[in-house]
């Protein structure tokens, strides 16, 4: 990740964080990591409608506007309670007034950003990476948002020597510090998918070439 940069997430890498030993969701455009909410808990049955969710996205909880728990005129009472219609989970208050309910945990899990790890991508895109050196080829799914210096970090598992290698788009030099839009690589998915084109053989390729100095790995 570059200096400074937030941390972009593609939908699948928050998916794999599924289980109560491991659970991520986001919100709002927001990814969280709530194991130690988990762990803290464990055991808890107001956790089950968070781990029912785990890996994906609940912005569909949230009021986007005030950035908390949808609210509801409860029918019976005529008072306004937490929209929870999955049933209440941590840190919600019971409808009623309840001597067993700690509201000491001071911020909300849902406010409190020591569980950010970074940000949903708005939109991903696949592109396909190719060493002219090997002739090998992959295709990897990266954040639109992300620079080439962080995509590069996501290629370092295919090749762990991939800062050695000067990054070409038709040609041309990659800005490093730019984003593919940036460096003038266009998001095409709308078109080919309106013609139909909707596979690997038309996916834009990066060419890499070796600059013979591994000082860079």
């Given at each position: 990740?570059?200096?400074?940069?937030?941390k972009?997430?593609?939908?699948?890498?928050?998916?794999?964080?599924?289980?109560i030993?491991?659970?991520?969701?986001?919100?709002?455009?927001?990814?969280?990591?709530?194991?130690?909410?988990?762990?803290?808990?464990?055991?808890?049955?107001?956790?089950k409608p968070i781990?029912?969710?785990?890996?994906?996205?609940?912005?569909?909880?949230?009021?986007?506007?005030?950035?908390?728990?949808?609210?509801?005129?409860?029918?019976?009472?005529?008072?306004?309670?937490?929209?929870?219609?999955?049933?209440?989970?941590?840190h919600i208050?019971?409808?009623?007034?309840?001597?067993?309910?700690?509201?000491?945990?001071?911020r909300p899990?849902?406010k409190?950003?020591?569980?950010?790890v970074g940000i949903?991508?708005?939109?991903?895109?696949?592109?396909?990476?190719?060493?002219?050196?090997?002739?090998?080829?992959?295709v990897?799914?990266?954040?639109?948002?992300?620079?080439?210096?962080?995509i590069l970090?996501?290629?370092?598992?295919?090749?762990?020597?991939?800062?050695?290698?000067?990054w070409?788009?038709?040609?041309?030099?990659l800005?490093?510090?730019?984003?593919?839009?940036?460096?003038g690589?266009?998001?095409?998915?709308e078109?080919?998918?309106?013609?139909?084109m909707?596979?690997?053989?038309?996916?834009?390729?990066?060419?890499?070439?070796f600059?013979?100095?591994?000082?860079?790995?």
């Amino acid at each position: 990740m570059a200096k400074g940069r937030p941390k972009y997430f593609t939908p699948n890498e928050v998916s794999v964080h599924n289980t109560i030993d491991d659970l991520w969701v986001s919100f709002l455009g927001r990814v969280y990591d709530l194991t130690p909410l988990c762990e803290k808990y464990k055991g808890d049955v107001l956790l089950k409608p968070i781990i029912s969710e785990a890996g994906k996205d609940i912005s569909h909880w949230f009021n986007p506007k005030l950035k908390d728990i949808r609210t509801h005129v409860d029918p019976l009472t005529g008072c306004v309670l937490p929209y929870t219609p999955h049933g209440r989970f941590i840190h919600i208050p019971p409808p009623c007034p309840a001597s067993d309910w700690a509201n000491d945990f001071g911020r909300p899990w849902w406010k409190d950003e020591t569980y950010n790890v970074g940000i949903l991508s708005k939109k991903t895109r696949f592109v396909k990476i190719i060493n002219t050196l090997t002739s090998q080829d992959e295709v990897i799914e990266v954040c639109s948002e992300e620079i080439m210096k962080e995509i590069l970090d996501r290629y370092l598992t295919y090749n762990e020597h991939a800062a050695s290698y000067t990054w070409k788009y038709n040609g041309r030099n990659l800005d490093m510090e730019q984003t593919l839009e940036e460096n003038g690589i266009c998001d095409e998915d709308e078109e080919f998918y309106e013609l139909g084109m909707n596979d690997e053989t038309y996916i834009q390729a990066i060419n890499l070439y070796f600059n013979d100095d591994l000082t860079e790995a």
